[in-house]
């Protein structure tokens, strides 16, 4: 079963900042975030493994609630190449190599 | 860098024809996955390998079969395309990390339209 990411879609200012969610159902061993821009290949941003870590790259970074089952993305003074759809990966049993991707959240960054 | 290839990025069939898709991978993954893509269902497992010969259905295998003779290569087979597998299909791989899913690399997609 695919996790439910929300929104399904947001349109900020250059600068503001934003949250993305990803809540599963299921038990997760670990969480994958990609970003997607238009016309081109999801490209991976990090991976949270459980026990609720916090992990940071530049201005975006993510949390992982092992308890809660979700996953958060943060995008701090989001910039004009932050825009794409941003899509989690859930990983729910270790080893199993594969990963369930949520629908997606487009995010729209304008001047 | 790691380099994903598909060897179509526009493909228009007829419906009841035998698709191949095909996708190489530079970097000596052992996993290789096919996805589709449409509007607001995000991205949908159709297969995965995790070796030579050896493949796993993912979540939408209905209608499709895949193929991997070789390490570098996976083919995702429509045996009889039908109109509700217009879409896009995107090819990706990764190394087996050992402690856990590992990053996938994604090819530019293959969007398939059938007519």
């Known amino acids: 079963q695919q996790p439910v990411q929300s929104p399904q879609a947001v349109i900020l200012r250059e600068g503001e900042d934003a949250v993305i969610n990803c809540s599963s159902s299921k038990a997760l061993y670990s969480v994958h975030w990609y970003r997607q821009k238009h016309g081109e290949a999801p490209v991976f941003l990090m991976i949270?493994?459980?026990?609720?870590e916090q992990k940071g790259h530049d201005k975006i970074s993510a949390s992982f609630n092992e308890k809660k089952q979700q996953s958060s993305l943060y995008l701090t003074a989001s910039q004009l190449s932050y825009s794409g759809t941003y899509f989690c990966?859930?990983?729910?049993?270790?080893?199993?190599?594969?990963?369930?991707f949520g629908t997606g959240t487009r995010l729209t960054i304008i001047p | 860098d790691v380099k994903v290839t598909q060897s179509s990025r526009y493909l228009v069939k007829r419906t009841g024809e035998k698709v191949f898709l095909e996708c190489v991978q530079d970097?000596?993954?052992?996993?290789m996955f096919w996805y589709r893509q449409d509007p607001g269902l995000g991205l949908r497992l159709i297969y995965f390998?995790?070796?030579?010969?050896?493949?796993e259905k993912g979540d939408i295998p209905e209608g499709y079969s895949v193929s991997r003779e070789k390490k570098e290569r996976f083919s995702l087979i429509l045996e009889s395309a039908s109109t509700n597998q217009t879409s896009m299909y995107l090819c990706?791989?990764?190394?087996?990390?050992?402690?856990?899913?590992?990053?996938?690399?994604f090819g530019p997609g293959t969007r398939l339209t059938v007519l």
């Open positions: 949270l493994l459980k026990g609720g």
């Open positions: 990966g859930t990983e729910y049993t270790f080893g199993n190599e594969k990963l369930t």
């Open positions: 970097m000596d993954h052992e996993n």
């Open positions: 990706a791989s990764s190394p087996i990390a050992g402690v856990g899913a590992d990053t996938q690399y």
């Open positions: 390998s995790y070796d030579v010969k050896m493949k």
